[in-house]
């Protein structure tokens, strides 16, 4: 069983940012990030593969930045310039296959609010 575990989030100012990271217990080809907001359903954020390839939702292009340290089993999301509608519990994710996430973590929670 994959193992997935988040850390950074919390509460941030508008304007402000803020680095999610995710530690794997086994390395995975894909990792990355989805999102969940009150009252929505979970859409993806971002994923990258070993390689470097990287998935953004159109939405998230510019604000935010996926990377990952493969020897480390860690991938981390930079999200900058927060709005309060990026309020959400964060998933970091794992699969074989970008956009079809197989492991999900607990999920943490990031409130963009003054």
């Known amino acids: 069983q994959v193992q997935l575990v988040e850390s950074g989030g919390g509460l941030v100012q508008p304007g402000g940012s803020l680095r999610l990271s995710c530690a794997a217990s086994v390395s995975m080809y894909v990792m990355g990030w989805y999102r969940q907001a009150p009252g929505k359903q979970r859409e993806l954020v971002a994923d990258i593969t070993t390689g470097g390839s990287t998935n953004y939702a159109d939405s998230m292009k510019g604000r935010f930045t996926i990377s990952r340290d493969t020897a480390k089993k860690t991938v981390y999301l930079e999200m900058n310039t927060l709005k309060p509608e990026d309020t959400a519990v964060y998933y970091c994710?794992?699969?074989?296959?970008?956009?079809?996430?197989?492991?999900w973590g607990q999920g943490t929670q990031v409130t963009v609010s003054s």
């Open positions: 994710v794992a699969g074989p296959f970008s956009g079809s996430p197989r492991y």
